[in-house]
């Protein structure tokens, strides 16, 4: 599992192999179209990948492409000529992807990014229209509707406006990076008394804990969770004051022994503090009698 670099932070499962980030399924459609994309833990087993279609054999970048809801890729032009090859009579069932065979039609009740793209494409060929339960189109309305989605495709692609999503701002004494985010729906709604910049706390998630760092977060674990705080019982208010009690002892253990140290420090060489040196102590060497 990991975080989405969007400004809709969604928690995701699925990874960017070539930019090695996760990406949701909103950045797949907007960002992420033409790059392959499976899980974390496929990606953890194999980085290997080959960003090139897998019906053509040519790099994914030189034509458009279509993302299945299994997440593999292909040019939509090799997608249509594969299932064109099949049978008039295939059902529906029958589509299925090429790598992983996987349904190629999302389910009626699918409500994603993905799917809902997947379904804009395939509604513009009668083969695909049957098992979307479409009506079927005229010869030349279909030819009509390739052209237009691939002059869409071709605008959308190279003449995609630059929006600020994401304003970087550089620290001035605080090491860590920020990100100011101009979408703050979702973060509004999660922090509602949280009105400034949102921290990125990925990249110090595996630095050492200094001490300072550590006791408040041992001492927060050992209150219950909200839910119970609410109504707390007997055994959480004894924990909570057996735990302080251990602190304090700790803590007065330590003053002594530290005290006890300087103590001794100080009395070191100091001739007041040497028997052998009172006069009014006499040692007699037993030896010699």
């Not at 995701?12 to 179209?33: A, D, G, I, K, L």
């Not at 083969?127 to 009506?135: E, H, K, N, Q, T």
Request: charged share 20%; net charge positive; proline share 9%.
């Amino acid at each position: 599992m990991g975080l989405c670099k969007c400004p809709k932070r969604k928690v995701t499962n699925q990874f960017c192999y070539e930019h090695r980030v996760n990406v949701c399924e909103y950045c797949m459609v907007t960002n992420h179209p033409k790059c392959i994309v499976q899980s974390y833990l496929q990606w953890l087993q194999d980085s290997d990948y080959n960003p090139s279609c897998e019906l053509c054999k040519k790099d994914l970048s030189s034509d458009n492409c279509v993302r299945l809801t299994c997440y593999h890729v292909y040019h939509w032009p090799c997608l249509n000529h594969y299932a064109r090859q099949l049978p008039s009579t295939t059902a529906p069932a029958g589509y299925k992807c090429p790598q992983c065979k996987a349904g190629l039609f999302p389910p009626p009740n699918l409500v994603s990014p993905v799917g809902d793209v997947l379904r804009e494409k395939l509604s513009s060929v009668n083969w695909a229209r049957v098992g979307l339960g479409l009506p079927l189109l005229s010869d030349e309305v279909e030819t009509k509707s390739n052209v237009s989605s691939a002059a869409k495709s071709y605008v959308h692609t190279y003449n995609k406006p630059v929006e600020p999503v994401v304003v970087y701002a550089p620290p001035v004494q605080n090491p860590r990076r920020v990100y100011q985010t101009l979408d703050m729906e979702e973060v509004t709604s999660t922090h509602p008394h949280s009105h400034g910049p949102v921290s990125d706390h990925d990249d110090n998630k595996y630095k050492r804990r200094s001490l300072f760092e550590w006791f408040p977060r041992w001492w927060k674990s050992t209150y219950p969770s909200r839910a119970r705080s609410l109504h707390p019982t007997r055994q959480h208010l004894y924990r909570r004051y057996i735990t302080l009690a251990i602190v304090i002892l700790i803590g007065l253990i330590t003053l002594i022994i530290i005290f006890n140290q300087l103590g001794h420090f100080g009395t070191d060489g100091d001739p007041n503090f040497d028997p052998l040196a009172n006069p009014n102590i006499h040692v007699k060497n037993i030896a010699h009698e």
